[in-house]
C-alpha cells in the first residue's frame, strides 16, 4: 500500500508517499521523514514515546496520513 504523508517542517507544507503493508507506525513515518529532510544527519535514537517530541524539536508537525493505493 502506498500513503501520503503530509506534514510542515518549520510552517511550510510538504508531503511524502510511503510504502507499507498497514498503517505506518509514528516512529517509521518520523524516521523517514528525518531521512528525507536531514540526509547528513545520524537517525537519532528514541523510544515511540518521545517520538511526537522530537518531531516538535525538530520543527516537523504530522498532519495527516492517508492510502493513497491499496495496490503494492
Known sequence: MQWL???QLNG???HLLMRARSI???KA???SIYVREF???PRPLHSSAEV???LGACGI???DV???SAQT
Open 12 to 14: 511550510k507544507d510538504r
Open 66 to 68: 492517508r492510502l493513497v
Open 61 to 63: 508537525t504530522i498532519s
Open 29 to 31: 513515518i518520523a524516521f
Open 5 to 7: 504523508i503530509e506534514y
Open 39 to 41: 540526509p547528513e544527519q
Open 24 to 26: 505506518p507506525h509514528i
Open 52 to 54: 511526537e517530541s522530537w
